[in-house]
């Protein structure tokens, strides 16, 4: 961290999250429920991030607005080697699931929903790593593979380009003084780069995941205010 900055209550805070980075970060952690409970708890979740202690001093944040990315979720057929038939994404419970969890943040005080596009050509099944790997050392036979053995491959489209886009706004029109992001990967540093030269304070939310240790240089802070992410790994 090459910049530091002066914390002070009343700081105007930006929280941006990566949709689907915390749909399966927080599946994983606390397991599947409702569209509506998942909903309210990120609302949660972000607002603590207004309440900060550093260096034992207590500061309270005002909220300018919560940026939620992701995709509406893809309706196509997609063709399944396993069962040799086409299954249409719009009739699982996950695509309800998802318009549902999307209808019911666009509700929420504060929220905004940036929707990005999924890639048509992207869609489709594949063997994860490690069963292939089972395959290859003749573990597994191809004909005992199950539907389950599968994973759906979903290309997004447009989510990384509209974070950048927001936080450029924000950091050049001076509309908030400290951004969060939830996020788990590295594509944002251009953009945080640009904040902090704006005099942004930008702090790093990965959920308890790791990071690379050089991406420290480009943020002026790691936090993550849920003990239960940072004790799973």
């Known amino acids: 961290m090459t910049e530091t900055h002066t914390i002070h209550d009343g700081l105007k805070v930006a929280i941006l999250v990566d949709g689907g980075f915390y749909r399966r970060r927080a599946y994983s952690v606390f397991g599947d429920i409702s569209p509506e409970k998942r909903a309210n708890e990120l609302d949660s979740y972000c607002r603590r991030h207004l309440t900060e202690t550093i260096n034992g001093i207590h500061h309270e944040h005002d909220l300018y607005r919560i940026f939620y990315y992701d995709c509406v979720p893809s309706n196509k057929a997609v063709f399944n080697p396993i069962t040799r038939k086409s299954e249409e994404l719009s009739e699982t419970n996950m695509y309800s699931w998802t318009v549902k969890f999307l209808d019911e ?15 048509d050509s992207g869609i489709g099944y594949f063997i994860p790593p490690q069963k292939t790997k089972e395959l290859l050392l003749g573990k597994t036979k191809l004909e005992d593979l199950q539907k389950s053995d599968l994973n759906l491959s979903i290309v997004q489209k447009g989510v990384d380009m509209r974070i950048g886009l927001d936080i450029a706004s924000m950091a050049y029109k001076k509309q908030v003084m400290q951004i969060v992001l939830i996020s788990g990967d590295s594509d944002f540093v251009p953009a945080a780069k640009l904040a902090r030269r704006e005099g942004i304070d930008f702090v790093l939310d990965p959920l308890g995941s790791r990071i690379k240790e050089n ?3 480009h943020i002026d802070g790691k936090r993550t205010v849920d003990s239960a992410y940072i004790m799973h790994k």
């Open 105 to 119: 943040l666009k509700k929420k005080r504060k929220f905004a929903v940036r929707l990005g596009e999924l890639s």
């Open 215 to 217: 991406l420290m240089e």
